[in-house]
């Protein structure tokens, strides 16, 4: 695989720079550019569209390996893999499990740097322990903990600063003095694995925990007495929320009440992909718990659903046929809404100069064609930056 930045021009489709459109875009090494003054050209049909690359901020693993491992060439397989669904960058996410396990993949973590052609790996998303064992969903309940605000710095300590999410339950002893602590910090607290209702998650909320992990999923559900925290999620204009649009996890119906209630500029598509993506139906583990992958289906062996083996492309054509959004709303939810969340909307999330050279290329049908990372070609299966 090519790992160099190049310098090239894609022209003839429509490239969407997340607020408006051009035809013609140019890739100098890492970064966007106006214009380039040498590089080859590369012609796209006039009905295929150019958009910023997926910002997964929520993904434990692929193609057999999970960040859990604390292994430097499993994460390095997992960034290398993403480019072929079109994710250019990511969060790599933690689960509630022992404590020097935990660490050990913070300690991993923090020396990761994605190789050149790979997906760029943003921080971690600490999922856990800090959750509800009402609601753990397929997070181990053995090793739930008590939010702890000596705990997190300690891990914030081993990821060398690199946390930039943590998924908590607000309700939980120590939950507001959690909240206050990372919000503090410059961390972002997100609601999930929680039972709280709709109250406290407002109040979660203007506390600086604006954030909703995998809505839906994993807390309070929507009921006409009784809203919960995904009613807060969605009505309280200060808050964002995960979404994983697989039709499995969230019902396409909802999905399309997300998008009415949140509107675009407040979800953030997600894969919450565990380690069996990309390689079939077959036998795994999450957490150390037996997991069964079939029909794209991942349970534990009471049928709880144990992540996803959804890959980003899929999400993302997903996204336009359950709600009908247009192009410039599905880039919001996949790229510009995430790049915000994470503090890098200065240089991801948008196709415009100077920005990181990240970017994907769909067809007339939605399919991935390309993927650049980072000015190199990651993702070309049918040659057609080679063929320029």
Request: aromatic share 4%; glycine share 12%.
């Amino acid at each position: 695989m090519n790992t160099q930045p190049d310098r090239f021009r894609l022209h003839g489709a429509t490239v969407h720079d997340g607020v408006s459109t051009t035809r013609t875009i140019a890739i100098d090494g890492i970064r966007l550019a106006a214009e380039i003054d040498h590089g080859r050209d590369i012609a796209l049909p006039e009905d295929w569209h150019v958009i910023p690359g997926f910002i997964d901020a929520h993904i434990h693993g692929a193609i057999g390996h999970d960040v859990m491992d604390a292994d430097a060439a499993g994460l390095a397989a997992i960034a290398r893999y993403l480019p072929a669904e079109g994710t250019t960058s990511f969060l790599a996410t933690t689960m509630t499990g022992p404590h020097d396990a935990i660490e050990a993949a913070l300690g991993n973590a923090a020396a990761f740097e994605a190789p050149g052609g790979a997906a760029e790996m943003l921080g971690v998303h600490l999922e856990g322990p800090f959750v509800d064992r009402d609601k753990a969903g397929a997070q181990p309940v053995a090793c739930i903990t008590a939010p702890d605000v000596a705990l997190f710095d300690r891990w914030q300590a081993a990821a060398g600063g690199r946390i930039q999410v943590v998924t908590l339950a607000p309700e939980q002893p120590g939950g507001e003095a959690l909240v206050a602590h990372l919000v503090a910090r410059g961390v972002r607290p997100s609601i999930g694995h929680s039972s709280c209702s709709a109250a406290r998650a407002q109040a979660a909320i203007a506390a600086g925990a604006s954030r909703g992990t995998h809505l839906f999923n994993a807390m309070n559900g929507l009921h006409h007495r009784e809203p919960g925290a995904a009613c807060a999620l969605l009505t309280d204009p200060a808050a964002s929320a995960e979404l994983i649009v697989d039709g499995l996890h969230v019902a396409p119906a909802m999905v399309k009440l997300a998008w009415r209630t949140a509107g675009a500029e407040r979800l953030m598509t997600i894969t919450d992909a565990m380690r069996a993506k990309g390689l079939g139906d077959g036998e795994t583990e999450l957490g150390g718990q037996a997991v069964t992958v079939a029909h794209g289906e991942a349970r534990l062996a009471d049928g709880t659903l144990a992540g996803s083996v959804l890959t980003f492309d899929t999400a993302f054509r997903n996204l336009r046929a359950f709600t009908g959004c247009d192009m410039a709303e599905a880039i919001a939810m996949t790229s510009t809404n995430a790049a915000r969340d994470l503090g890098v909307a200065d240089r991801k999330g948008r196709l415009l100069p100077g920005y990181d050279a990240d970017l994907v290329v769909l067809d007339s049908e939605g399919r991935l064609r390309l993927t650049v990372a980072r000015g190199v070609v990651a993702y070309d299966p049918d040659g057609l930056a080679a063929c320029a």
